[in-house]
């Protein structure tokens, strides 16, 4: 299958496959039906963000491209169409798979020039996402980072991490890990219409909670938050007590943005799905990408408000120092990195263009 891939701003400067225009192309069975799985094998697997990017972090791994979590507002949607694949169902299910991505991650640890810097999982598509239950390669990531007393730290939708619960938990004895979930709404009618591929959003509230039971830190993004949809104050409130209960270290919320493709594949979904709300969003939108100062802070607010009410006043440890005042490299400093959103010519807003990565 030939297979057309041009660099993201994460990877540039390097070609990520051996053979970049050939992928091999499996059809899903059974469980994973209707999903095409693309290998293809990755000349490099960590990827180093430019100097001038202002990501908070330096390095980043992603062992899928493509994402059958299916929310409808990801900004990685635009990174199938690099590929000559479409933003929409494509992005959705035809899944690039880096089958050798823990081998080429063993010899990338193992070279002279990496210094052990933290690597940040989970800043394009899901690492646990529904193909990981096929290939297990995020869990062979943990492992060989584990072994290596590499730091690193993941952000996810997904209750199949915890499958590895063990396994982080025994990483994070060794090393500094961190993970923080993705959870926007617990309305269901909400969580249905926009992210119909991940798992309930009360069912990763209990996941965070049996992680951070073992030991492992987490935090939560109340990421994105919707107009109209789950952007009440209410609700709002309502994810942050339900996290706080289950021992969230850091809690923080992002407003919805829409970057490049990705604002009329959300549009036209609104359009079909929401029409009562078109009127919103264009106005909350007239000036680009993000939304109005005024109500990015509002979000922020509330959710720091409440989360301080609840006694939860640590911050991700890449958004800010950890609780205890430590560097930015202290254990326990809230989990995974609120990455930022620096995709090339997007009009960046009043904020620089610095959003969070969500996934």
Known sequence: MALRWALAEQETGRTLFADERVAERHVGKGAYAGMEFLHVNARTIINTVPAESP??????LNPYRGCSHACVYCFARPTHDYLGLGIGADFERKIVVKVNAVERLRAELRAPAWDGDH????TNTDPYQHAEGKYHLTRGIVETL????????ILTKSTLILRDAAVLAAASERTEVGVSFSIGTLDRSVWKLTEPGTPPPDRRVEALRRLTD???????????????????????????EACAEAGAESISGVALHLRGPVRGHYFDWLERERPDLVGLHRERFRRGAYQQDEERQRIEGIVKVAARR???TGRNRYRGTSPAGAGA????????PAASDTEPGGDGGSNGGQQLRLL
Do not use: K, W, Y
Request: net charge neutral.
């Open 329 to 336: 490299g202290a254990r326990g400093g809230g989990g995974a």
């Open 55 to 60: 990501m908070p972090f330096r390095h980043t």
């Open 310 to 312: 609840c006694g939860v």
């Open 146 to 153: 584990s072994g290596a007393r590499n730091p690193f730290s």
């Open 214 to 240: 073992m030991g492992i830190p987490c935090g939560v993004l109340v990421a994105p938050v919707l107009p109209g949809l789950s952007d009440s104050e209410a609700q709002l409130t309502e994810v942050v």
């Open 119 to 122: 690597i940040a999982m989970g």
